[in-house]
């Protein structure tokens, strides 16, 4: 019994030791790359940018009716997105259907064909503020490239390229006329140390969705695995009794030099190691039980299958801006439905600067708790509301690093097996976050374990900062002390380098494994 648990520590610490030498290097990008992701995410063009860099719209520049412009394109269906903004100067309808788009300046009913090079050069030195004349004209990109690469960015293509002496570079989507990705040269730069090699994103292998998924989910598993047996073979060989004999003294830990490093990190931070590397592979959804497949999409049924653009024949979009204007700025108008009514919502220089206009009520900075209420007691049945409470400040499963969420929202939970529940936001009638009862558990096998996005940090920073930056690091220093070991092991094997005689060898200040039982 004794010999076959010394044969099973031996390879476990065997298996252990070289895939840490396959893996070591994997690990210590993953790391590194982390503390970068921290603050310096993928360039992308959010939301909250687009409305920063937008026009205003202007009422007296509407000219055609919003059916008027929809039946101009001969279209079939109805959209399932209506948005009316700035493009180029002229106010737009955006109708959209999926991925794709199709527009009407609201000036003359022009249809928009697509963005020229010379539209592309004017709105992309409108977003930079920089001269036109400065611009260097890239081309037109067709394929992917590594900034293009990234889901959000992608099925916008082909687009338009310029750049500018400062190194700033403008991808403006030829088929919508809206700049789709935007960096610099510092953002480029995090990228390259923090985003892509933290995301294995790099473009040759992200171009192909399939492969880049398989990938990063077995190479998760596999340093889940290798993190996991340097977690058991650190428990195993740590003795409290301090039993292993050196000539520097007793010690309980059968190494010397960097291996007892190696091995103090892992019992240190071991357990951190493996669910972060594990909760990093649940990024990618590898397991469909923490996919909620039965719960009840709340969003689409407050909005109805299908947009009523009669509906919204009571009040043109000029009248609404202008009765929005009374309140806000005005940079977007989206039309919406909330438990059957039309609404056109009136988007400002950021999201959460939003308001609706009712057909029938005008401007409206908010719905209010009780027409919500009785609009998702309707669209839930038969399912009845369990509970309902308003939120004023993030919680456990409704919080945000960056403060971006909307607040207040109206919380609300059903009574269906599942306890499936939604925070939705006054301001706009949307569901901006739900969860069903496995969804639950992958907010914290991921985004818990993962990114650490507990609510006690996140509301005293740098709280967060400081712990996340100590696991981290500590995580880091391990992998080094693996690059150093791994790469004195190779050297070994393959240059045939003596051994020294100091106190760090043989075999790195290792005892013989059949010593250790």
Known sequence: MARAAVTIRTWTMLVHRWMGVVFCVLFSVWFVSGIVMMYWRFPRVEPEDRLVRAAELDASHIHV???????????????SQVRLNVLDGRPVYRFVSGRKSLL????????????????????????????????????????????????????????????????EEVYVSQATGEVVQDTTRGARLGAYFGAIPHWLYFMWLRSDGSLWTKVVIWLSAVGTVVSILGLVAGIWLYSPSKRYRFASGASSIPFVGQKRWHVALGLIFGLVICTWVFSGMMSMGPFSWVSDTNRPNLDRKLRGDRMDLAAFAVKDPAAAIIEAAS??????????????????????????????????????????????LESVSKAAA????????????????????????????LYVELNDAARSSFYIDPRTGRVVQSYGDRSRWNRWLYHGLHSFDLPFLYAYRPAWDIVVLFLMGGGTALCVTSLVIASRRLRRKFLRVPSSTHNDAPDDGMLDLGEIS
């Open 104 to 167: 009407v300046f609201a000036d003359n009913g022009e249809r928009f064909t697509g963005a020229t090079p010379e539209m592309a050069l004017r709105i992309a030195s409108a977003w930079t503020g920089l001269p036109a004349a400065a611009a260097s004209f890239e081309g037109r990109i067709t394929k992917d490239d590594q900034w293009t690469v990234y889901s959000s960015v992608r099925p916008y293509g082909p687009f338009w390229k310029y750049s500018w002496p400062d190194g």
């Open 382 to 409: 038969p399912l009845s509301i369990a509970q309902s409470r308003v939120v004023t400040s993030y919680e456990a499963y409704y919080i945000d690093r960056q403060n971006n969420k909307p607040l207040p929202v």
């Open 65 to 79: 009716a919003l059916i008027d412009a929809f039946r101009s394109l001969h279209s079939k269906g109805v959209p």
């Open 327 to 372: 309140g806000q700025k005005v940079k977007e108008l989206e039309l919406l439905t909330f438990g059957g009514e039309p609404f056109y919502l009136a988007i400002g220089a950021k999201p959460s600067d939003s308001a609706l206009v009712s057909m029938r009520e005008g401007y409206r900075p908010a719905l209010d708790s009780k027409q919500i």
